[in-house]
C-alpha cells in the first residue's frame, strides 16, 4: 500500500506542475485553452495538495482550511505589496498555507522550514534559471524556460509535503 501511495503522490507531482503551468500560459488557440486560466492554478493546485496529504497522512478537518490558504496565497504575487512580482516571498506564504496542520500535531518550525525552502525554490527558479534568450528560443533541456519554471514552481508545493 505504502508504493502505490509514493506513486499517487509521485503523479499528483506532475498533475500540480501541469496545472501551475497552465494556469500561468497565455492563451494561443490551442485546444486546451480552457483550462489556461489563473483559477486552475490558483484552485486547483491546493486541491492536489490535499489529495497528496490524504495520500500519505489520511484525511482531517484541517485540510479545508489547508485548501482556503494556499490557494488564497496562490492567487498573488505580492505585487501589491512590493510594486512587482515577489516569488520569494510568494512561496514563502504559499508555504505557510499548511499551518492549520499544527491541528493535527505537525511541529510549527517544521512548517515555517517548508515555508522558507519554497520560498528559496521559487525565488531561485525566477532568478537563476538562464534566460530565455531572443524570441522565447532558449530551451532547458526540451522546453522553454517559462514553462519549466511554473512546472517545478507548482511541482514543489506538492513534492515538498
Request: charged content about 15%; hydrophobic content about 55%; proline content about 2%.
Amino acid at each position: 500500500m505504502e508504493i502505490l501511495s509514493q506513486i499517487g503522490i509521485i503523479v499528483l507531482f506532475i498533475l500540480s506542475g501541469i496545472l501551475g503551468r497552465l494556469g500561468g500560459r497565455a492563451k494561443d488557440d490551442s485546444w486546451y485553452d480552457f483550462a489556461s486560466r489563473s483559477w486552475v492554478r490558483d484552485w486547483l493546485c491546493p486541491l492536489i495538495i490535499i489529495l497528496s496529504l490524504c495520500l500519505s497522512m489520511g484525511f482531517h478537518w484541517s485540510y479545508v482550511l489547508v485548501y482556503i490558504l494556499t490557494a488564497l496565497s496562490l492567487t498573488t504575487y505580492w505585487q501589491f505589496l512590493f510594486k512587482e512580482d515577489n516569488l520569494w516571498f510568494s512561496g514563502f506564504m504559499c508555504g505557510l498555507g499548511l499551518l492549520p496542520l499544527i491541528f493535527m500535531g505537525i511541529y510549527v518550525w517544521a512548517i515555517i522550514l517548508r515555508a522558507v525552502i519554497l520560498g528559496v525554490v521559487w525565488g531561485c527558479l525566477n532568478k537563476y534559471l538562464p534566460p530565455a534568450g531572443v524570441g522565447g528560443k532558449k530551451r532547458i533541456i526540451l522546453w522553454r524556460r517559462d514553462i519549466v519554471e511554473e512546472f517545478l514552481r507548482y511541482a514543489s508545493i506538492v513534492i515538498l509535503i
